[in-house]
């Protein structure tokens, strides 16, 4: 994913993950499933995200992926 106003390539990084979660397409989501399911320290980063930015639908469907993966602490 081509990221707006961002540099360098820590994809990790809180914004890109929301660029991901904002703007991005199932290819992009489908990276970032299997990165949260192996990283407990970027399904954090999501789940900050998702609590802190309220995107419509995306918010709700992200946070509660990573909570069937990690429960309520990832």
Do not use: I
């Not at 990084?13 to 703007?23: I, N």
């Amino acid at each position: 994913m081509q990221h707006r106003h961002l540099t360098g390539t820590d994809f990790t990084s809180l914004a890109a993950l929301d660029d991901v979660l904002e703007r991005g397409e199932v290819a992009d989501w489908l990276w970032l499933r299997d990165l949260v399911a192996s990283d407990r320290a970027v399904a954090r980063k999501v789940l900050h995200l998702c609590n802190r930015h309220r995107m419509y639908g995306t918010s709700n469907l992200w946070a509660r992926y990573v909570q069937s993966l990690y429960g309520d602490a990832p």
